[in-house]
C-alpha cells in the first residue's frame, strides 16, 4: 500500500499557520490579563476616592444646608446649560457649511 506524501513546503505552512496560531492565542491571553488589571486598579482607585470624597461632600452639604431640591435644580440648570452649548454648536456647524457652500459658489459666479 502506497502511502501520501506532502511536499515540505505544504508541511511547513501547516506549521507557521499553527505556530501563527499559538501565538495568537498567547498575546490573546497576555491582552486579557493586562485589561483585567487594569481594569481592577481603576476600580480600587475609584472606590478609594469614594470612601476619601464622599464622607468630604456629606460634611460640607451638612455645613451648608444644601438640600435634595437645590441638588436637583443645579442638575435641571446644567442639563439645560448643556443643551443650549449643544444647540449653538449645532447652529455654528451649520454656519460654517453654508458659509462654505457659498464660498464654493462663489467661485464659479462671475465678478
Known amino acids: 500500500m502506497t502511502r501520501l506524501h506532502f511536499d515540505q513546503i505544504i508541511n511547513l505552512g501547516h506549521l507557521i499557520s499553527f ?7 498567547l498575546a490573546i491571553s497576555w491582552w486579557q ?7 481592577e486598579e481603576r476600580l480600587k482607585a475609584s472606590e478609594l476616592a469614594r470612601e476619601q470624597y464622599v464622607p468630604m461632600i456629606n460634611d460640607i452639604v451638612a455645613i451648608h444646608g444644601v438640600t435634595n431640591q437645590q441638588v436637583s435644580n443645579i442638575n435641571t440648570i446644567l442639563i439645560g446649560m448643556q443643551k443650549t452649548n449643544q444647540e ?3 447652529a455654528i456647524s451649520l454656519i460654517r457649511e453654508r458659509l462654505s457652500y457659498l464660498e464654493a459658489n462663489s467661485k464659479d459666479m462671475p465678478k
Not at 505556530?19 to 492565542?25: D, E, K, Q, S
Open 19 to 25: 505556530g501563527t496560531f499559538i501565538v495568537t492565542l
Open 33 to 39: 490579563s493586562n485589561f483585567q488589571t487594569k481594569t
Open 88 to 90: 449653538q454648536t449645532e
